[in-house]
């Protein structure tokens, strides 16, 4: 070939695909109400994973999705995985796991999508100002449970591929489906069923892609982390039952009290953790990690109003994501077994239980914190020499996860998002858990990108969760651009 026809040939090429992305835009806009329509039939499933009565809705749920990837032509699984074992002993089915795949040429990067259709409780007397379960548009934004976490961004996925149908254009890409219901209580039997399928499902698969997070601000963003989860009960436990508190109280030594003391012992009133071993743990922050801080778009008294807080533990921008991002902290949840009921009850509680977290970062181990903790914790209750009961169980030990922004696949994301909101984007980490990264990248061991369309202001697990109507949209057309920039990424570099 003549080398001085190669910039020509590009420019065709360039030109060629920049029209493709037009007429797919223009598609997703002037089919924006099928599917807001979409949403709304799955919003109006409640889809609650805690929920064991609502474990019907869940399994029509996955049914919903799997018959949605089947009529757009896709090759679709309902993956069996089991069973749920219940406190009273009892079995209840898991929601099965759906799979789908669209293309399987050899020549084409293969791109696996993961999300989850299950959803957090919501009630309208929680503090909803609509039906959670009915979705409602209110200036451009779409209220409903799930909305946001993460019916919206599958569907917006889903729906980037029916495009390309649509249009009887070629997918840049292969891409497959991994749709799971249990994402909100651990992602029960999920990490059996992907190492089970490690060497057929994902045997070709290249990158996988996660969206399932948001934006920390207006600014678009890409994730290249998140933080794991040790999640621990501290039972005391003292009289056979319940006491009066007026003929028993001052003469035994109760649980509460003793609970509250060590639970004390865990966190400084300046946020410093007091566990030996937690923060020697942690990987140092860098220079370079320093400097992509100061690049990210963050209102620090923004986020200090939207929280109603008075002051924050740190006042600038760097410390403040720092901490919430790639430093671990301790958070006291709830205790069971108090009464917590409006009005007055003059009680002794026989047993009470504690329910508290460690957020895990780099370079800690969910194995070596069960033990610190509850050495710790043991050594704390001895000093107290109370004749009652300390019981300490970790129930969660979720690893953290951390990618690479260099990787192709970052600077694919990159691209797809100067292509379409026409802004550089923020590089992120999150401060919550999101487990399956985590298995993704120890099971297959492919590359793995967070791209999240959620808004910053999106209320997710809260009351009000929202999608923006144009993170929606806008969001569709994100998927259709970044599955154009895969397609770019030179076969070497998977």
């Avoid at 009289?239 to 009066?244: I, S």
């Avoid at 620090?300 to 533990?313: A, E, F, R």
């Avoid at 990108?449 to 923006?468: A, R």
């Avoid at 109507?469 to 599955?483: C, D, P, V």
Wanted: hydrophobic share 40%.
């Amino acid at each position: 070939m003549n080398l001085q026809t190669v910039p020509f040939i590009l420019l065709v090429i360039s030109c060629g695909q920049a029209s493709q992305y037009t007429e797919l835009a223009q598609y997703v806009d002037d089919h924006q109400e099928e599917h807001v329509e979409a949403l709304r039939e799955w919003v109006a499933i409640e889809s609650d994973s805690s929920n064991i009565l609502r474990r019907p809705d869940l399994h029509r749920m996955m049914e919903l999705v799997a018959e949605k990837l089947r009529l757009m032509g896709g090759m679709v699984q309902l993956v069996d995985i089991g069973e749920q074992e219940l406190p009273s002993g009892q079995t209840i089915a898991l929601p099965k796991v759906v799979t789908a795949q669209f293309g399987s040429d050899p020549s084409k990067h293969t791109v696996c999508v993961y999300g989850h259709v299950d959803v957090q409780p919501a009630k309208l007397e929680d503090g909803w100002a609509t039906n959670p379960y009915n979705l409602t548009d209110i200036n451009g934004n779409l209220y409903g449970r799930g909305t946001s976490d993460n019916k919206a961004p599958v569907l917006a996925w889903i729906h980037a591929v029916q495009a390309y149908q649509a249009l009887s254009m070629e997918l840049p890409v292969n891409v497959k489906f991994l749709i799971e219901g249990m994402e909100e209580t651990g992602s029960n039997g999920l990490d059996a069923m992907i190492l089970a399928q490690r060497d057929t499902f994902f045997s070709d698969v290249d990158y996988i892609v996660i969206s399932d997070c948001g934006w920390l601000s207006r600014r678009p963003a890409l994730t290249y982390g998140t933080r794991g989860n040790c999640y621990f009960f501290a039972e005391v436990e003292g009289p056979k039952q319940d006491l009066h508190s007026g003929v028993y109280g001052g003469t035994v030594i109760e649980p509460m009290t003793d609970l509250i003391g060590i639970l004390d012992t865990l966190i400084s009133p300046s946020g410093k953790i007091l566990i030996p071993g937690i923060r020697e743990a942690v990987a140092p922050l860098s220079d370079e990690e320093w400097r992509m801080y100061q690049d990210i778009e963050f209102d620090v008294d923004n986020y200090k109003n939207k929280t109603g807080v008075s002051h924050l533990m740190y006042n600038n921008k760097v410390d403040l994501l720092a901490h919430r991002w790639r430093y671990p902290t301790v958070s006291i949840h709830g205790i069971e077994g108090a009464f917590s009921d409006s009005g007055t009850k003059t009680v002794i509680p026989a047993k009470v239980t504690a329910k508290f977290s460690i957020r895990q970062v780099p370079d800690m181990d969910p194995a070596a914190v069960k033990k610190q903790v509850s050495d710790y914790l043991h050594s704390v209750f001895a000093k107290r020499r109370s004749p009652n009961k300390l019981k300490v169980t970790m129930v969660i030990g979720a690893k953290p996860w951390l990618a690479d922004t260099k990787h192709p696949l970052y600077e694919a994301g990159k691209a797809a998002i100067k292509g379409v909101f026409n802004v550089d984007p923020d590089l992120i980490r999150e401060g919550g858990t999101i487990p399956i990264a985590r298995t993704f990248q120890d099971v297959t061991g492919k590359s793995i990108i967070m791209m999240p369309i959620g808004g910053f202001d999106d209320g997710m697990h809260s009351q009000n969760e929202k999608m923006s109507r144009y993170n929606y949209i806008e969001g569709t057309k994100l998927f259709i651009a970044y599955l154009n920039e895969v397609a770019q990424i030179n076969k070497t570099s998977v």
